[in-house]
């Protein structure tokens, strides 16, 4: 079993920037961030493969948002700059077996972490 843990999430203005960080307990191959916005479904964000050599950015934050990951340390990031209102979600990290933007692929999941940007 791996357990997944989020955290970096916080309040922000519009145009700011935050970095979130999943760190796993155990070993992982694909990990894919998804958020959830108030009142709507949760929804694909990224996703980066097992060794960081391939990666899938949705097309409404690609330009903005990007997916790295550390192997050394088990942590998969999510850099979020040019932040804006629309962005406001719980953002979740999960893993899959490869990458993929289908929610039900994904095994395991973290408690999310809240990220909230003013206007």
């Known amino acids: 079993q791996v357990q997944l843990v989020e955290s970096g999430g916080g309040l922000v203005q519009a145009g700011g920037s935050l970095r979130l960080s999943c760190v796993a307990s155990?070993?992982?191959?694909?990990v894919g961030w998804f958020r959830q916005p108030p009142g709507k479904e949760r929804e694909f964000v990224a996703v980066i493969n097992k060794i960081g050599s391939n990666t899938n950015i949705a097309d409404s934050v690609r330009g903005r948002f990007t997916i790295s990951r550390d192997t050394a340390v088990n942590t998969v990031y999510l850099q979020m700059d040019g932040l804006k209102p629309e962005d406001t979600a719980i953002y979740y990290c999960?893993?899959?077996?490869?990458?993929?933007?289908?929610?039900?692929?994904?095994?395991?999941w973290g408690q999310g972490t809240q990220v909230t940007v003013s206007s």
């Open positions: 999960a893993t899959a077996p490869w990458i993929t933007t289908a929610l039900h692929a994904y095994t395991y």
């Open positions: 155990g070993r992982t191959n694909a």
